[in-house]
């Protein structure tokens, strides 16, 4: 068992550019993990964290419904953003600018092979995260995510996750909204689900504009305890 994960810091980047390079290094991972199962050796698949700051992008997974995207192509073009649909669980969510979006391509045979404990540990690392800054970020009886004032009208999501998972390899991830600007939401159904609001870190703190590395380096610190992981830091 590997239990090393390298970290990776892409800046500002396309997300379809992202998409395929999570690709690559999700199908290496599959295809060593075959090889080693056909073969009977025992080499070592590696595990990594993908940190990314996407320009404007709306993201539709595969059980999502594309009505959720209230506007139009054109409409699109003119606010700047692209949209995709995708191969992870979920429905429609969106990236951008001042938004912490994380992708760990794992290897869960090197942790433990449960995608809902999974699930559950990327949403604690969050809630940990937030707490850190003096919010009580909670999870939302069956809505993947972290969520404030869970059960009240006032109910509203800060961070949205979709996995993608196959021998149990796993990718996508979850988007963190830090600094984001929170217009853009209005422009879809957020996750599909009618009538809840969205938030973002600075807009709970009051404050303009929170550093991101800070954000990221707070996630790291918890990821890293709660999957007993090793991490190696690659910018």
């Not at 404990?117 to 009580?136: N, P």
């Not at 949205?160 to 600094?179: I, K, P, Q, Y």
């Not at 009618?194 to 550093?211: F, M, P, Q, R, Y």
Request: proline share 3%; aromatic share 10%; charged share 30%.
């Amino acid at each position: 068992m590997n239990k090393e994960v390298e970290v990776r810091y892409l800046g500002v980047k396309d997300y379809k550019e992202t998409w395929d390079y999570q690709e690559e290094l999700f199908k290496k991972t599959l295809d060593l993990k075959i090889k080693n199962r056909r073969e009977e050796t025992n080499i070592n698949t590696r595990n990594y964290f993908l940190f990314v700051e996407h320009p404007h992008v709306y993201t539709l997974g595969k059980s999502g419904d594309s009505e959720n995207l209230l506007i139009s192509e054109k409409e699109l073009k003119e606010k700047n953003a692209t949209f995709y649909k995708i191969n992870r669980g979920g429905d429609i969510t969106y990236h951008g600018p001042g938004q912490i979006v994380g992708y760990p391509i794992l290897d869960l045979d090197n942790f433990f092979t449960d995608i809902h404990k999974y699930l559950r540990l990327l949403e604690e690392m969050v809630i940990l995260t937030l707490a850190e800054y003096g919010l009580k970020a909670e999870r939302s009886p069956g809505e993947t995510g972290v969520w404030l004032d869970v059960g009240t009208p006032f109910a509203r999501k800060i961070c949205a996750m979709g996995v993608r998972a196959s021998r149990w390899v796993t990718m996508h991830g979850f988007a963190l909204n830090v600094n984001a600007d929170l217009g853009y939401f209005d422009n879809i159904i957020p996750c599909g689900i009618k009538g809840k609001a969205v938030t973002s870190l600075n807009v709970e703190l009051g404050k303009k504009e929170i550093d991101l590395v800070e954000v990221e380096e707070k996630l790291l610190k918890h990821f890293q305890n709660l999957f007993e992981a090793q991490l190696v830091k690659n910018n």
